[in-house]
């Protein structure tokens, strides 16, 4: 029976997330399964990986082997690198102290290359929250000078009406006095 590390799809239409699973190569690709090792959620920024990696490192030395996507997966979780480490020492290339050192510091090496991406996304999360406060911010402030500007103008305007009406009614009441001085005396 040929064995195969593959993914199964799980989840809801547009927002998936996948099952890494050993299965028969004859099953259908959701279907019947010998053993789930891990999962892989791609919605996440990065990835979320839970894997089995004893498990998996298992079923490929006993001849299973993966599609591409498994592989890749596989690959950046370090278990395709501890199985070229383990042929190493089977072949007396190392000792089992070496691989392990050189597992460990590609392990860390990797898990500092992951943290500072989390650290990146975070910092430019909270740059884009800042600037599109500073840019709201900008908006009211200029929201806030034509409204101070429209107000003043209107301020004005019945200023400028009010000393108009005054100046009427003063021609009004001199015009008044006028016409009653001259109905007073008509000689003149």
Request: proline residues 2%; positive net charge.
């Amino acid at each position: 029976m040929a064995v195969k590390i593959r993914l199964t799809r799980h989840g809801k239409k547009a927002y998936s997330f996948f099952h890494i699973v050993v299965a028969d190569t004859r099953a259908p690709r959701d279907g019947r399964y010998i053993e789930q090792i891990g999962s892989y959620n791609p919605n996440t920024n990065p990835a979320t990986i839970v894997l089995d990696s004893d498990k998996a490192l298992a079923w490929l030395n006993v001849g299973a082997q993966t599609t591409i996507t498994a592989r890749r997966i596989l690959s950046y979780e370090g278990v395709l690198l501890r199985k070229h480490l383990q042929k190493g020492v089977a072949k007396g290339a190392l000792t089992q102290e070496q691989a392990d050192a050189k597992f460990a510091a590609w392990k860390a090496e990797k898990d500092a290359k992951i943290v500072a991406k989390k650290e990146g996304l975070s910092k430019e999360a909270a740059a884009k929250v800042a600037a599109a406060t500073e840019a709201e911010a900008k908006v009211n402030q200029e929201r806030a000078e034509a409204l101070a500007k429209k107000k003043a103008e209107a301020e004005e305007a019945a200023r400028a009406a009010a000393e108009a009406a005054a100046a009427e009614k003063a021609a009004e009441e001199a015009a008044a006095a006028a016409a009653e001085e001259t109905a007073e005396n008509p000689e003149a």
